[in-house]
């Protein structure tokens, strides 16, 4: 009983250590962090803008449909590129799902990841999402690009990236619903 007493901050940290090392507790303690520290994103400065002249981008759904992202010009556009492996994307994931269920019918959503059909089915379901996630079939286009996940990108009717976060955000508050109603009002 001394020892533990004496040892007990030692044993703790042991224990804490141990749980971030092994996979099954490291992901849900990332998840749990990120969703702690995920803030809403803010809008980029008008002059700050950068504005996507090129839409030429083909996507496949879910189910095997080719889309090209051509589609989306013209209409206010949020894409979030992600993995189910990525801990910041799972732990944002509720907050862009309750995102797309408010807005779902007036923005076009894209969730674009490179992982097999398969591996994103069985996530989805499992959380019980219900997004319309993208395999890439090209390169997107330049003003798009990444090498961060999660990045999530706002788009105006007119192209322009009014919000480009990288890492976890929580996009379920007002003042994103406050920058996309003002989109959908243009």
């Not at 803008?49 to 030429?56: A, E, G, M, S």
């Not at 492996?85 to 944002?92: D, K, N, R, V, Y």
């Not at 798009?144 to 007119?158: A, D, W």
């Amino acid at each position: 009983m001394k020892f533990l007493k004496k040892h007990w901050s030692n044993l703790l940290f042991l224990v804490a250590i141990a749980l971030l090392v092994l996979p099954q507790t490291r992901v849900p303690i990332q998840v749990f962090v990120q969703r702690l520290i995920a803030w809403s994103p803010s809008e980029i400065a008008s002059e700050d803008r950068i504005t996507l002249n090129d839409y030429k981008w083909s996507l496949r759904s879910l189910s095997a449909e080719e889309i090209d992202f051509s589609v989306s010009e013209g209409s206010v556009v949020l894409i979030n590129f992600w993995a189910t492996w990525c801990p910041p994307c799972i732990a944002e994931m509720p907050s862009l799902q309750q995102l797309y269920d408010r807005y779902g019918d007036r923005v076009d959503f894209y969730f674009v990841t490179d992982e097999e059909i398969s591996v994103v089915t069985q996530f989805l379901q499992k959380k019980g999402y219900k997004l319309p996630v993208y395999i890439t079939n090209s390169t997107p286009p330049e003003a798009l690009q990444t090498r961060s996940l999660p990045t999530t990108l706002l788009i105006s009717k007119e192209g322009n990236i009014v919000m480009r976060k990288e890492g976890a955000a929580n996009w379920n508050a007002s003042k994103v619903y406050a920058a996309i109603d003002a989109l959908l009002a243009e």
